[in-house]
């Protein structure tokens, strides 16, 4: 008896408990080989929408404030083997989005950072709101707007090196089965949004 006490207690305060919301992710993407890398293989397509802790997806997203900036960084991984996620193991990052412009973010700012891992190697790159710019250290375009709890944007990174071999090995971060176009995602849920 005294245990169907306690269901009932964790299940009342559960429903009670409005403030937690579990992060939400919707986004299509694909990590591409195009130009002088032709020859090597393109990663899978990635099709997300999903929940943190659901079908092997975990997601991470929040806003952290340092030396008064307030800072947006999401991280979505997917394990792999027998999840939902495929047979591969995979993320993407995006660290540190400058939120000092409001709800329509078009410079990301010096902090924004992109890693993407894809068949057993990372990628690593900063962020500009303008065209891509592998040269000038920022090989990813970063475009946000804000309504609220919902976070809606886009990522196209061209060149993007991997971490380990930055002058041999770059790709690009597209939507899937494109050459330029922009992935696209969505947001809910961030803590401290």
Known sequence: MRGFALLILCLASACTNEDVVPAFVAMDYQVRC??????????RMH?????DGEDGLTLTCDVQVEEGERLLSFRLACAGGDSA???EEYSLEISEISLEQGNKITKPGSRCEVKVTEQDTEYLGGCTGGDP????????????????????GTLLCEELPARLAPTMITRFIVAPATSDDPASFTLEGCVGL
Request: hydrophobic share 25%.
């Open 85 to 87: 996620c495929g047979e």
């Open 47 to 51: 099709r997300i929408s999903n929940v």
């Open 34 to 43: 195009i130009g002088s890398c032709s020859k090597a293989r393109d990663g």
């Open 133 to 152: 710019d592998p040269e000038d250290g920022d090989p990813c375009s970063i475009r946000l707007d804000i309504d609220g709890s919902f976070v809606e």
